[in-house]
C-alpha cells in the first residue's frame, strides 16, 4: 500500500477538484492507488460535483411540509430553471422538505442527514454528476407552535408545495385547527405579496431602523423648521414606514382596508379561542444572489474573434 501523503492528497485535489476529505477517503478505498482513486471519486460523482461547484446557482426550487404544530421551508438551488423542472430534481426537494421537519432550521444539519442510505449532501452530489449543473441546499427554516398550526403557501406552484415563494406562518391558539388553518394560508398569502420584514415593530433590525431615521431626519431638515419639530416629523413617517416592513402594522391585501394585526385579532371569535400570530418566514427563489449576467453578443463576438 502505497503512504497517503499529505502531498498526494494535494495533488489529487488539484487533479479533480473534489474536496480534501473526499479526495483522502478515496486514497485510503484503493490502497494510495493515485489514478485509482480518481476513478473512485469520478465514480461517486465527487469529482464533476467539485468541478461545478464555482457556477453560480440561483435557480431552483423553494419547498415548504408541514405537519400540524411544525413546518419546514428549504431553498435548492440550481443554475437554470429548466433544472426545476426536472423530476428527480422536485423528488430530491421534496424529500429534503420532509427531512427538514426533523432538524432544528440548520442548514448543516438538514444536509447532513440521512435519506435512505446516503445523507441530502451524498445524493445531492450524484444528482449534480447526473443532471450537470451545480446544485446546493442554500438555507432552510423551521417554525413550531406548543399548540395551533403552522400554515403554509406556495406561489404559483410548478407541483404540489414546491415553487420559487414559499411561506409559513405559526399560529398560538387553542381553537379550531382547521379555522386556524384557513387564516394562516390568507395571512401566507398576504407575507408573499407584501414582503414584510419583521414581525412587529420590535423586531425591527436595529440597523434598518436607524438608516430609516436618519434618511427622514436629512428630509425633513429640508423643511427649515426646528430640530423639535423634525423630531415629531420622524416619528410621524416612520409609522409609514412600519407600515410597509412590519406585518402586524400592514394592510392586510386580502381586503386592502385592515391591518393585519386588525384581522388576527377578529379572528378571535370565529376561531373559539384568542390567537397570536407567533411568526412567518418567507423564502424567495435566489434572492440575495447575485446573478451573472451574461452579453450573450459579446460572447459571440468573443468566440468569433479567436
Given at each position: 500500500?502505497?503512504?497517503?501523503?499529505?502531498?498526494?492528497?494535494?495533488?489529487?485535489?488539484?487533479?479533480?477538484?473534489?474536496?480534501?476529505?473526499?479526495?483522502?477517503?478515496?486514497?485510503?478505498?484503493?490502497?494510495?492507488?493515485?489514478?485509482?482513486?480518481?476513478?473512485?471519486?469520478?465514480?461517486?460523482?465527487?469529482?464533476?460535483?467539485?468541478?461545478?461547484?464555482?457556477?453560480?446557482?440561483?435557480?431552483?426550487?423553494?419547498?415548504?411540509?408541514?405537519?400540524?404544530?411544525?413546518?419546514?421551508?428549504?431553498?435548492?438551488?440550481?443554475?437554470?430553471?429548466?433544472?426545476?423542472?426536472?423530476?428527480?430534481?422536485?423528488?430530491?426537494?421534496?424529500?429534503?422538505?420532509?427531512?427538514?421537519?426533523?432538524?432544528?432550521?440548520?442548514?448543516?444539519?438538514?444536509?447532513?442527514?440521512?435519506?435512505?442510505?446516503?445523507?441530502?449532501?451524498?445524493?445531492?452530489?450524484?444528482?449534480?454528476?447526473?443532471?450537470?449543473?451545480?446544485?446546493?441546499?442554500?438555507?432552510?427554516?423551521?417554525?413550531?407552535?406548543?399548540?395551533?398550526?403552522?400554515?403554509?403557501?406556495?406561489?404559483?406552484?410548478?407541483?404540489?408545495?414546491?415553487?420559487?415563494?414559499?411561506?409559513?406562518?405559526?399560529?398560538?391558539?387553542?381553537?379550531?385547527?382547521?379555522?386556524?388553518?384557513?387564516?394562516?394560508?390568507?395571512?401566507?398569502?398576504?407575507?408573499?405579496?407584501?414582503?414584510?420584514?419583521?414581525?412587529?415593530?420590535?423586531?425591527?433590525?436595529?440597523?434598518?431602523?436607524?438608516?430609516?431615521?436618519?434618511?427622514?431626519a436629512d428630509q425633513a431638515r429640508a423643511s427649515g423648521k426646528g430640530e423639535d419639530i423634525i423630531a415629531k416629523m420622524v416619528e410621524g413617517r416612520l409609522r409609514k414606514y412600519y407600515e410597509e416592513v412590519v406585518l402586524?402594522?400592514?394592510?392586510?391585501?386580502?381586503?386592502?382596508?385592515?391591518?393585519?394585526?386588525?384581522?388576527?385579532?377578529?379572528?378571535?371569535?370565529?376561531?373559539?379561542?384568542?390567537?397570536?400570530?407567533?411568526?412567518?418566514?418567507?423564502?424567495?427563489?435566489?434572492?440575495?444572489?447575485?446573478?451573472?449576467?451574461?452579453?450573450?453578443?459579446?460572447?459571440?463576438?468573443?468566440?468569433?474573434?479567436?
Open positions: 500500500m502505497a503512504e497517503i501523503t499529505a502531498a498526494l492528497v494535494k495533488d489529487l485535489r488539484e487533479k479533480t477538484g473534489a474536496g480534501m476529505m473526499d479526495c483522502k477517503k478515496a486514497l485510503g478505498e484503493v490502497a494510495g492507488d493515485f489514478e485509482a482513486a480518481v476513478d473512485w471519486l469520478r465514480k461517486k460523482g465527487l469529482a464533476a460535483a467539485a468541478k461545478k461547484s464555482g457556477r453560480v446557482a440561483a435557480e431552483g426550487l423553494v419547498t415548504v411540509a408541514t405537519t400540524g404544530t411544525s413546518g419546514a421551508v428549504v431553498e435548492i438551488n440550481a443554475e437554470t430553471d429548466f433544472v426545476a423542472r426536472n423530476d428527480q430534481f422536485q423528488s430530491y426537494v421534496k424529500a429534503a422538505g420532509q427531512i427538514a421537519l426533523q432538524v432544528d432550521g440548520d442548514v448543516e444539519a438538514l444536509k447532513n442527514a440521512k435519506h435512505g442510505d446516503k445523507t441530502l449532501q451524498e445524493e445531492l452530489t450524484a444528482l449534480i454528476a447526473t443532471i450537470g449543473e451545480n446544485m446546493s441546499i442554500r438555507r432552510v427554516a423551521k417554525l413550531a407552535v406548543k399548540q395551533g398550526v403552522v400554515a403554509s403557501y406556495v406561489h404559483n406552484p410548478i407541483a404540489p408545495n414546491l415553487g420559487k415563494i414559499g411561506v409559513l406562518i405559526a399560529l398560538e391558539s387553542a381553537g379550531d385547527p382547521e379555522k386556524l388553518q384557513a387564516l394562516g394560508r390568507q395571512l401566507a398569502m398576504h407575507v408573499a405579496a407584501a414582503r414584510p420584514e419583521a414581525l412587529s415593530i420590535g423586531d425591527v433590525d436595529p440597523t434598518n431602523l436607524d438608516r430609516e431615521r436618519e434618511v427622514l402586524l402594522e400592514q394592510v392586510y391585501v386580502v381586503d386592502g382596508e385592515s391591518k393585519v394585526k386588525s384581522v388576527v385579532e377578529k379572528a378571535t371569535k370565529e376561531i373559539g379561542a384568542p390567537v397570536v400570530l407567533a411568526g412567518f418566514v418567507r423564502f424567495a427563489l435566489g434572492e440575495g444572489i447575485e446573478k451573472e449576467q451574461v452579453d450573450f453578443a459579446a460572447e459571440v463576438a468573443a468566440q468569433a474573434a479567436r
